[in-house]
């Protein structure tokens, strides 16, 4: 049953996003599991014996890059039959409205860049384009040098780079790897000279993700959190509705 939002609340979030000149949003998980993205751990739990943290590590990749590269095929699989939600859309249209700041995914599924497009049509997605912090799912990354090209079918034999014959991987931040320095820059940048930030479905608790609100906070910024329940950073929102970002959303953003 969607919970119906207190009127209330609704109209301070609306009136605060109405004040802003400068908004940010974060998205994590429970946006895109209203898309049925399966979440990390829950695709399969077990797969050929390996447990998720055993695969989705640079060590693992490093010893064994046939296996890892199956695994991710296997959720690239999975993703690509999962449609962007409303929530997604209505993010999109808002930040293609405005023209300026943007959206911080948690989310390596690309479903904000495809609402983007959607959004964008013939015209370019602009400020409705995600900055992906974790990375692309179904886009690959050389092991070696670093460039980005689009994923293809597994084969036979392992994906080369075409720049230096290194070694292609998926594009997504595996365990022991740091994140993209200037990725999270330019999260970190946005998030410290926001008024709001939108926290849309995480928890917002591990690092260097859990900076981002943080920043609007310590530039003297409010949060709006939108979740299905209480998390530790409600405490610190000047605003949080309950309910699923599919809902909560467009009733939010029109």
Known sequence: MERILPHSELERARELIAGAERVVALTGAGISAESGVPTFRDAGGLWRNYRPEELATIGAFERDPRTVWEWYAWRRGFVAECEPNDGHRALARFFLRRGRE???????????????????????PGAALPIEIHGAIARDRCNRCGQRAEAEPLGDSLPRCEACG???????????????????ARAQSLAARADLCLVIGTSAVVHPAAGIPLATLQGGGGIVEVN???????????????????????????
């Open 228 to 254: 299905t329940e209480r998390t530790e950073l409600t405490g610190a929102a000047t605003v949080a509705l309950r309910g699923e970002a599919g809902v909560v959303l467009p009733a939010l953003l029109g």
């Open 166 to 184: 290194g070694m292609r991987r998926p594009d997504v931040v595996l365990f022991g790897e740091m994140l993209d320095s200037d990725l999270l």
């Open 102 to 124: 943007g959206i911080v995914t948690q989310n390596v599924d690309g479903l904000h860049t495809r609402a983007a497009l959607d959004a964008a049509g013939d015209g370019p």
